[in-house]
Antibody, heavy 119, light 108 residues
Framework: QVQLVESGGGVVQPGRSLRLSCAAS????????MHWVRQAPGKGPEWVAV????????YYADSVKGRFTISRDNSKNTLYLQMNSLRGDDTAVYYC????????????WGQGTLVTVSS | DIQMTQSPSTLSASVGDRVTITCRAS??????LAWYQQKPGKAPKLLIY???SLDSGVPSRFSGSGSGTEFTLTISSLQPDDFATYYC??????????FGGGTKVEIK
């Protein structure tokens, strides 16, 4: 069965960096697009970034463009999100999600990892 | 950006009721629309994609319809497990992908 497990969240000061990881199993990771989606406390989901199956193309929400970088290591079945210059409004649960049924649809989700940006 | 507007924001209903949630797009998105269900403390779960295609394992009491700018999610007979928040999401454009504000289905 498909399993996505995020890690790397925590409390970080404004302006600092953090890297999230998402370990995938139960499907052919290298064949599918992967996403990061976040959800601030009490708010709806917000798409953050997508990376195509082979890592050649990446797209970002304007709110994170230039600060966050999505990447993947298909040999390790792992997705990453490098987050730099963190701000208070980046505080959220961060989910990785697969785009298997259609590349821009989030069909499987991890359990999420909480990132809190606070001094 | 394509704005997605859901209505109502909250809906009170009883077990067995037929429930309809509406999602409107600020411009035509053809049928590039998905619906998700989210329960407190959990990740969203995909219910429907391409406006009306039921994801694998989703009960047949859920259905979706619409195209262009207006879409609906219908639960034909509300079950206790269906009390949750529902979100629509457009994927006509990935610049950016956007969600509706959500509809919370509560017990009447």
């Amino acid at each position: 069965q498909v399993q996505l497990v995020e890690s790397g969240g925590g409390v970080v000061q404004p302006g600092r960096s953090l890297r999230l990881s998402c370990a995938a199993s139960g499907f052919t990771f290298s064949s599918y697009a992967m996403h990061w989606v976040r959800q601030a406390p009490g708010k709806g989901p917000e798409w953050v970034a997508v990376i195509l199956y082979d890592g050649t193309n990446k797209y970002y929400a304007d709110s994170v463009k230039g600060r966050f970088t999505i990447s993947r290591d298909n040999s390790k079945n792992t997705l990453y999100l490098q987050m730099n210059s963190l701000r208070g409004d980046d505080t959220a649960v961060y989910y990785c999600a697969s785009g298997k049924v259609q590349w821009l649809v989030f069909d499987y989700w991890g359990q999420g990892t909480l990132v809190t940006v606070s001094s | 950006d394509i704005q997605m507007t859901q209505s109502p924001s909250t809906l009170s209903a009883s077990v067995g009721d037929r429930v309809t949630i509406t999602c409107r797009a600020s411009q035509s998105i053809s049928d590039w629309l998905a619906w998700y269900q989210q329960k407190p403390g959990k990740a969203p779960k995909l219910l429907i994609y391409k406006a009306s295609s039921l994801d694998s394992g989703v009960p047949s009491r859920f259905s979706g319809s619409g195209s262009g700018t207006e879409f609906t999610l219908t639960i034909s007979s509300l079950q206790p497990d269906d009390f949750a928040t529902y979100y629509c999401q457009q994927y006509n454009s990935y610049s950016p992908l956007t969600f509706g504000g959500g509809t919370k289905v509560e017990i009447k």
